[in-house]
């Protein structure tokens, strides 16, 4: 088994990080490996100048697998609530933070890499003939790691019920219909729509995008009224803020905000 470390490529650029998966084959994770992807991105939480997280895969076959099935099937009962446990302290990190995070997919996306990329706040991926899917069911059992109501969510309750009961995949073009990708780019310019879109993202207004983000995490399950009444006191903490005066005055200018 190779070391840790060189399963997990991270750059920085300017207020970007990218998080690469680097387990070949399949980017199959276990309970270390998970281990060393939360202390990463608990280190990029650190970094107040990064706004926007990209997670994305060395490989363009495979964005990531889920478990490693042969350690997952040597492993105890116990072991391997362990290692659920700690995947969901993967998407509680992604889902507590105020950045931005995005997966880019251009692989394979199955299972636990899946409920990863759900995790992620946006999701961008390239057309291909990969396969995307949640196949527990196979294995006589469910997503563990927050994938079924991420995906009731994103796709609604009944498109979600045939992919979680059949386990079938799905093509990405097919994932995008459902709203599962937020965009489907050519294999030809994927990477360059990717970069383009992450840069309109770490350019934009830090404060109001986290505030966004917080609310749409948070507003599940209000009642209308309790959500108009979050929805106020979130704007109004926008409104003497740095970036607001210059939204406002780049607006007046003619030009594009320079936020900082």
């Given at each position: 088994m190779k070391n840790i470390l060189s399963e997990l490529l991270v750059k920085k650029e300017n207020n970007k990080a990218f998080v690469s998966l680097n387990r070949p084959p399949a980017n199959s994770y276990f309970r270390d490996y998970l281990l060393r992807i939360n202390q990463t991105l608990l280190e990029i939480e650190k970094d107040s100048n990064i706004k926007v997280v990209?997670?994305?895969?060395?490989?363009?076959?495979?964005?990531?697998?889920?478990?490693?099935?042969?350690?997952?099937?040597?492993?105890?009962?116990?072991?391997n609530a362990e290692m659920v446990k700690v995947a969901r302290k993967v998407a509680e990190t992604i889902t507590s933070s105020e950045k931005i995070y995005v997966a880019s997919i251009c692989g394979h996306i199955l299972g636990g890499g899946l409920e990863l990329a759900m995790a992620c706040d946006i999701r961008l991926a390239s057309e291909g003939n990969y396969l995307v899917g949640l196949p527990e069911v196979k294995l006589g059992l469910m997503p563990g790691n927050g994938g079924t109501p991420r995906l009731i969510d994103l796709i609604g309750a009944s498109k979600a019920m045939e992919?979680?009961?059949?386990?079938?995949?799905?093509?990405?073009?097919?994932?995008?219909?459902?709203?599962?990708?937020?965009?489907?780019?050519?294999?030809?310019?994927?990477?360059?729509?990717?970069?383009?879109?992450?840069?309109?993202?770490?350019?934009?207004?830090?404060?109001?995008?986290?505030?966004?983000?917080?609310?749409?995490?948070?507003?599940?399950?209000?009642?209308?009224?309790?959500?108009?009444?979050?929805?106020?006191?979130?704007?109004?903490?926008?409104?003497?803020?740095?970036?607001?005066?210059?939204g406002f005055k780049a607006f007046v200018e003619k030009r594009i905000p320079k936020f900082k």
């Open positions: 990209v997670i994305n895969s060395a490989s363009k076959k495979f964005f990531c697998a889920g478990a490693d099935i042969k350690i997952f099937s040597s492993n105890t009962n116990e072991e992919l979680l009961i059949t386990g079938d995949s799905i093509s990405p073009q097919k994932a995008y219909s459902f709203g599962l990708f937020n965009q489907l780019y050519a294999v030809e310019t994927f990477e360059e729509e990717v970069g383009l879109f992450v840069d309109k993202l770490a350019n934009g207004p830090k404060i109001a995008m986290k505030t966004i983000k917080k609310y749409v995490i948070q507003h599940k399950g209000m009642n209308a009224t309790e959500a108009l009444n979050f929805e106020t006191s979130c704007v109004n903490t926008l409104y003497d803020t740095e970036d607001a005066k210059e």
